[in-house]
């Protein structure tokens, strides 16, 4: 094996799912029973905004009832310990890495509890309901909507995802399908530099076949041991 300086670590939904958020694809999945475009897309919040509101105001209150999992866990530690150059990409909009205490994590698709003001470009904490329409702390205009990259619009941090990929010895990715873009490319990037590439999922991604490495399996038992 190479010598390892410099990790990239990217992580879905099924990071998350043995906390008990539902995951987006497959059956019991947040996308079943709910059209994509009519929730996750600028255009749905136009057409619907009580619907898009209601549909964050409930996923941002399952997060006081649920807690960070061994995988998240797993993962601060190797940050906290890890002496090389580490990021943390998550695609997660929940907010289990940081309770679990990693340091070096950029949510790409955004937050849930960040507030976006669309008349006056502030990002602020959200308030439990947006569905309320509540005034921007920084402008006082009602026009707040959930900091969460829609199809469409343009993913958060990647000058640094990529410049990371670029000087990665260790591409890891957990817990996410490989079914959206630009996350499901980082795999081929960080292999074009040269960078190993591991993945652990419940079941092969769509590109399994970029992986030197397929660990297939729950989260909360493969990542403790893989980062030990
Ligand atoms: C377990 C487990 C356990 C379960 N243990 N594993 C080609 C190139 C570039 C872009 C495109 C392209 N073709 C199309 C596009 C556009 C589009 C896209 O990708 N569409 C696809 C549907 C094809 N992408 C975009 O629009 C993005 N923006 C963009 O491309 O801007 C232009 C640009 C171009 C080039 C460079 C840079 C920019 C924006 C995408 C925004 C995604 N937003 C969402 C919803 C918002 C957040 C929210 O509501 O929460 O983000 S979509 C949804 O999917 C969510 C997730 O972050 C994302 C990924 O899902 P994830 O995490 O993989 O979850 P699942 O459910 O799919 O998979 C879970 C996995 O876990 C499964 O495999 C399970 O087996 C596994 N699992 N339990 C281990 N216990």
Redesign the pocket.
Known sequence: MQQISNIVILT????S??SGLA????PD?LWEGQR?EDV?TPGAFVADPHLVQRFYDE?RASLASVAPNAAHEALARLDEEWPGELLLVT???DDLHERAGTKRLLHM??ELKSAWCLACDTRSQSPDRLLDFPPCPQCNEKMLRPD????????YG?ERIESALMQADLFVS????????????FVQTARYRGAQTVE????P?AGSIYFDESRMG???ELVPPFVE
Do not use: C, D, K
């Open positions: 879905g939904a099924g990071v799912a043995e995951t987006f694809r497959g999945g994509v996750a996923r695609q997660n909009v698709h955004g969460i990259v829609w199809f469409g619009e343009m993913p990647m957990i817990g996410t399908s490989g079914a959206v873009y630009p996350a499901a490319g652990i999922n419940l079941e991604s729950r989260a909360t």
